[in-house]
């Protein structure tokens, strides 16, 4: 059992550059999330799913997509890489029936735009 | 704006000593309020939650108090011991979220010294 697992753990990109971060859960879970973390802010949602083929907004989704095909992937789409989008991102996933409603949190990407 | 914050970036504190760590929210309607533990290079991991209906929450050597008339929850850990060194987030559950989705704040660093 992984749990949740991200792709790659870092990345560089140039301006204007797009890319996919990879992310896949083996729990069975319904609900996914992206999330940025930068300094001094808290973790923030990026955009959600609450099943394959079901994706929502977050809180910041300017500049990226996501898509979910199936209950075990999520990937988070950057269109066209800013500076603005360097940060760590984390793929959280959580079961709809949880009691405490904790997310798991795959290990994270580090991403630098130049 | 933040609706989840930490105002205090860092806390020390030694070896077999308790350790505090704040939150404050301005939401009054969250419903659930967890907190999160995050080693470098990892992603978080949930540690301990409590119900809005609740006022503490126990589990071994964590114990989460929430003052919903104050808008502040705080989290103890007795004793602290070294291997509890980490960042620590206060998150809150919004309202009716159909994903689990959460407010995070910005984390306190705390280090635990032998």
């Known amino acids: 059992n992984a749990g949740v697992t991200q792709t790659p753990k870092f990345q560089v990109l140039k301006t204007g550059q797009s890319m996919t971060l990879q992310c896949a859960q083996d729990m069975n879970h319904e609900y996914m999330s992206w999330y940025r973390q930068d300094p001094g802010m808290g973790l923030r949602l990026i955009h959600y799913s609450v099943g394959a083929g079901i994706t929502d907004q977050g809180e910041v989704p300017n500049g990226y997509n996501v898509s979910r095909s199936t209950t075990e992937d999520f990937p988070l789409r950057l269109l066209s890489a800013a500076p603005s989008q360097t940060s760590v991102y984390f793929c959280?996933?959580?079961?709809?029936?949880?009691?405490?409603?904790?997310?798991?949190f795959g290990p994270g990407t580090r991403l630098t735009v130049t | 704006d933040q609706q989840v914050k930490q105002n205090s970036p860092s806390l020390s504190v030694q070896e077999g000593r308790i350790s505090i760590l704040n939150c404050d929210y301005t939401n009054s309607m969250f419903d659930y309020f967890l907190w999160y533990k995050k080693y470098p290079a990892e992603g978080p991991t949930f540690l301990i939650s409590?119900?809005?209906?609740?006022d503490k929450n126990e589990d071994g050597r964590f114990t989460v108090f929430l003052n919903k008339s104050a808008k502040h929850l705080s989290l103890h850990i007795v004793p602290s011991q070294p291997g509890d060194s980490a960042v620590y987030f206060c998150a809150a559950r919004e309202p009716l979220s159909i994903n689990n989705d959460m407010r995070f704040g910005a984390g306190t660093r705390l280090t635990v010294k032998p």
């Open positions: 409590i119900s809005s209906i609740k």
């Open positions: 959280a996933s959580s079961y709809a029936g949880s009691a405490a409603y904790e997310q798991y």
